[in-house]
């Protein structure tokens, strides 16, 4: 499973104002892996897949993706370079339609062909779009637009996806589904960082996670070993 390193973050410090919100963390992706970091609300994860992907800057620390150091580059540069994230909250274009939204995932892409290519696929992936790409994405359902966000990122053909908290809001059954798709495309070949309150659900499906809290990693390794962990049973999985 472990192949080559695709992502590695080092001593990373980030601030908001005054608030300390990652206070020197350091992680690894490799290839072919999903890797979940779970932790309660405010922990920092978000802030983590913000500042991988150059929305937020940090104080100190470096992030390196595929062996390029990508600090200090622009959020649309990450996105050529082959990282896509699925925002929280899923954050679809509301007003626009379900083709328009995938049609800016690849917004890059100028070969036609490649795009047919990758829309095919989206939409083997889930049909549900395809029979809805002419409505708007507002009018779908919860489910329908974490798919619509899955798809528009994919449209990038990412090396490596940030999903963050794919089962927010989402009814059980629909939970199942989102992470059942989530890995498949690993099994498919991408490569994924997934960030989870449904520590139970995350942990079913990554190989390696990392615990945060309050902007500390304080507890990783595979997931069988975190599950049986008592302070993440405790915290994160019910008792
Ligand atoms: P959640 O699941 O609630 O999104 P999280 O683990 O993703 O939690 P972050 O959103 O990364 O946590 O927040 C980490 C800390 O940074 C929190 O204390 C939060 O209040 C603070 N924070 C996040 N974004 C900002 C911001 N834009 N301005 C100021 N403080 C922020």
Redesign the pocket.
Known sequence: MSGKEVLRIEELNVF??A?H?LKGISLTVNEGEIVTLI?A???????TLNTICGLVKPKSGRIIFEGKDITDKAAHDIVKMGISQVP?GRRVFANMSVMENLELGAYLLKDKVEFKRRLTKVFERFPRLAERKGQLAGSLSGGEQQMLAMGRALMSAPRLMLLD?PSMGLAPLLVKEIFAIIKELNEQGTTILLVE?NAHMALSIAHKGYV?ETGNIVLSGPVWELAENPQVKEAYLGG
């Not at 609300?41 to 802030?47: D, P, Q, R």
């Open positions: 908001y104002g608030i919100a932790g609300n405010g922990a920092g994860k978000s802030t929280e908290e309150q945060l």
